[in-house]
Structure formats: C-alpha cells, structure tokens
C-alpha cells in the first residue's frame, strides 16, 4: 500500500523521502514488535504483566504529549499521567 505513495515521493523528487522511508522502517519494527508481544500476552494471560504493560503505555503517551506540547515535565507529568490512566480505565 505504500509502494504508490513512495513512487510518487520519489518521481516527484520530495524532499521528504528519506523521513519518509525512516517512518516506514519505524512503524513496521513496531508493529512487529506489538504483534509478538500480543501473541506472548495472548498465549500467557496473566492479569499482572497486563497492568503493568498497560502503566508503560500510558507512561510512554504521557512522556510524548508532555515533549510535543514542549512543557516542563516535572510540572505536568503527574497530572497528564492520571489523566491519562483515567480515561483508560474509564473508556479502555
């Protein structure tokens, strides 16, 4: 499904292809790791490493929003973090 849009970077020579290409690496390394961890978690079943899979997540999101909104991360992390847990034990 990329090989399209990749062929028009490319054809169109936009600047943007070696991000581009960087991005595509990214994702599928991923996703790939998030497809073998499913599959152990899956085949394990085990409520405890599901917690604390889940407490990584929101860690890591909390850790993302606070650096893309470029705010002092000892301020906010904890409110953003508890926002962030909240709304995933509410609509999770």
Known sequence: ???LPLGLLLWLRVPILGQTLTAVLR???????????LQFIFDLNNHWLNGAWVLIMVGVAD??????CRLRLRRVWLPVFMALALIRHCYG
């Open 1 to 3: 499904m990329l090989l």
């Open 27 to 37: 994702m599928t390394v991923q996703l790939l790791f998030v497809g073998f961890y």
């Open 63 to 68: 850790f993302s929003i606070i650096r893309g």
